[in-house]
């Protein structure tokens, strides 16, 4: 049984929706900082390492969408699988990320189209084209195409096809981890981990599979023995500063040290007496947050849309400068605060207006730990 002390499973914990944001700012600055098509600027001011080690943000969302769904999701199957409660569940997070998908990738299509009928322009890599083939479009608007090998024609839309690969494991994953003995579960996210220090993460499923399952360890173990609560008040800044630090000092090619320091933050974040944790619970940390998926997600279109843009209209102007790489941002911002708006929200409200029906299907709807009730939250 949960601890009842620890994170009750219906409470909201707003530093860990704040934390998104910087981690989506961090994937952003990577792609439009380094962007290959465009000529790379010399000088970022000493930031060209931190930009390089941006694509951490994705660890760090797979490990915060583990912890997240087991958070939200844990006592609905606690019970036992039913099947109807799998199905709803697979249906809310479907919900919760193909609109913004399907918006965003025909965005890609849009700008391929443009580049390819006006300005004859096609993308040079063959795996990058055949995102752009009728077959790679099916499997992309199906959010499978990485169990194919394909790209999709919005870049970063790869990880939301292994998101959705780890929600259509994540009742029978959760039934495993709560029949496990305690040293099996805790074993498990010691694999997880270690899985990270391998080529397991070469490809978009093992990279996920082991964020994902040590998130939901890490949650499960926060239920049991309340562990954010052990931690120092300064102990989320002083794990962000490690891994600062280590984006100068550790190797290329490391990924274990710093997902390891991932985990320990979302602990600490989870703790209320956090510094840090309280300044990224602050309203406007937190929304930059609310907006980070709908970011994440357009970020790659407008980049492709402003960069293209520049080379027409201002062809002396370098699109990797920073003083044209910074407006670049800011349109990406408010890209993502509309579609928010515009999609989200409304596909949001579609699914609070299916759950108030729910409790009317018939008194099984209405058991304890049934999804009816659950809310809706994190990624």
Not at 3 to 20: C, E, F, K, S, V
Not at 121 to 142: E, H, I, K, M, Q
Not at 287 to 306: K, N, T
Not at 345 to 372: C, T
Request: charged share 15%; glycine share 8%.
């Amino acid at each position: 049984m949960m601890n009842g002390t620890a994170l009750a499973p219906r409470q909201d914990i707003p530093a860990l929706t704040g934390a998104r944001g910087p981690a989506a700012l961090a994937v952003v600055a990577y792609h439009l900082s380094l962007d290959h098509t465009a000529e790379p600027y010399a000088s970022w001011f000493g930031l060209e390492v931190l930009f390089g080690r941006g694509s951490l943000g994705v660890d760090f969302f797979f490990i915060l969408s583990g912890f997240i769904i087991h958070h939200v999701y844990r006592d609905a199957f606690a019970a036992g699988l039913r099947w109807r409660d799998a199905g709803r569940f697979l249906l809310y997070r479907f919900a919760r990320i193909w609109p913004l998908h399907m918006v965003t990738m025909l965005g890609a299509l849009l700008l391929f189209a443009v580049a390819a009928l006006v300005f004859g322009r096609v993308p040079a890599d063959p795996a990058n084209a055949a995102a752009y083939t009728p077959t790679g479009v099916l499997l992309s608007a199906l959010m499978v195409q990485t169990w194919f090998g394909y790209a999709s024609p919005n870049v970063p839309a790869w990880s939301i096809s292994a998101e959705w690969t780890a929600y259509i494991a994540y009742p029978l994953l959760c039934r495993l981890l709560l029949r496990l003995p305690t040293p099996g579960w805790v074993l498990l996210g010691l694999l997880a981990l270690l899985g990270t220090g391998t080529a397991l993460v070469g490809h978009p499923i093992g990279r996920i599979a082991c964020g994902f399952t040590l998130g939901l360890v890490l949650r499960e173990a926060e239920g049991r023995w309340n562990l954010s609560r052990r931690l120092d008040r300064r102990a989320g800044a002083a794990v962000a500063a490690a891994v600062l630090a280590g984006c100068w000092l550790l190797p290329d090619d490391s990924l274990l040290p710093f997902v390891a320091a991932f985990a320990l933050f979302v602990l600490a974040l989870c703790n209320p007496r956090d510094l840090l944790g309280r300044a990224m619970a602050r309203p406007a940390v937190v929304y930059l947050g609310e907006i980070s998926f709908a970011l994440y997600m357009v970020h790659a279109v407008v980049w492709s849309a402003y960069k293209n843009a520049m080379r027409v209209l201002a062809p002396g102007v370098d699109a990797a400068h920073p003083l044209s790489v910074l407006p670049a941002v800011a349109l990406c911002l408010v890209a993502a605060a509309l579609l928010h708006r515009l999609v989200e929200l409304p596909a949001r409200d579609l699914l609070r207006a299916e759950r108030r029906r729910a409790p009317r299907e018939g008194a099984k709807a209405a058991a304890p730990g049934g999804l009816a009730v659950r809310p809706e939250t994190g990624r």
